[in-house]
């Protein structure tokens, strides 16, 4: 363990004292980017790279800046790195934005990041999203598909709006109906 934590400048390895974020950080990098949830395929998808950008990120979104979640799709990466570090006040944040965000990107990446987090009110919120925003469920259906199968974006739109066109329906179901039991995704659910 200590050859994989190594990378992110962990000297020792107490798990106790050692946070999830920097965690998953290490292991990515030596087992690859998306170890643990592979992401959507997006032309324009964000990832972080470095604990000085997820470190960045974090607090401007406790300041209340949505940084990267404004500026185009996030990676699963992104959301599981700042999740377990988000503080209430920026927890608060998503959960505005989730509903009265500029964008409709910054809208299903607030829905996002709240699906990952414990809580009925997070839980409420992603649902009541979901429940009124018609861009929002799009994007977010899409993103699902798109993740699930590795799918390009176009295809995934097209899933979204018309289930009836994916490409291979058998398997989209079983894999839909899998992530729909997810106990740590309510987005997905």
């Known amino acids: 363990m200590t050859k994989v934590v190594h990378p992110v400048g962990a000297a020792r390895v107490k798990f106790g004292r050692l946070d999830r974020g920097e ?33 960045r990120v974090l607090a401007a979104v406790d300041v209340g800046e949505p940084d990267v979640f404004a500026q185009g799709p996030t990676s699963s990466s992104i959301d599981a790195a ?11 944040h998503f959960r505005t934005w989730a509903i009265e965000g500029k964008t409709s990107t910054l809208r299903a990446n607030a829905i996002s990041v709240l699906g990952f987090l414990p809580g009925r009110e997070n839980a409420e919120v992603v649902a009541r999203a979901l429940d009124t925003d018609l861009k929002v469920r799009r994007l977010c259906v899409a993103s699902e598909v798109s993740r699930l199968l590795q799918w390009d974006w176009p295809t995934s739109l ?27 995704d309510t987005e997905s659910r």
């Open 82 to 92: 700042i999740c377990p570090n988000l503080s209430e006040n920026a927890i608060g």
């Open 158 to 184: 097209q899933v979204a709006d018309d289930p009836t066109t994916a490409p291979n329906a058998k398997k989209l179901g079983a894999k839909l109906a899998k992530e729909a039991v997810d106990p740590k």
């Open 23 to 55: 965690l998953l950080t290490a292991y990515e990098r030596v087992l690859g980017d998306g170890m643990k949830r592979t992401d959507l395929v997006h032309p324009r998808l964000i990832k972080i790279d470095t604990p000085q950008e997820r470190e």
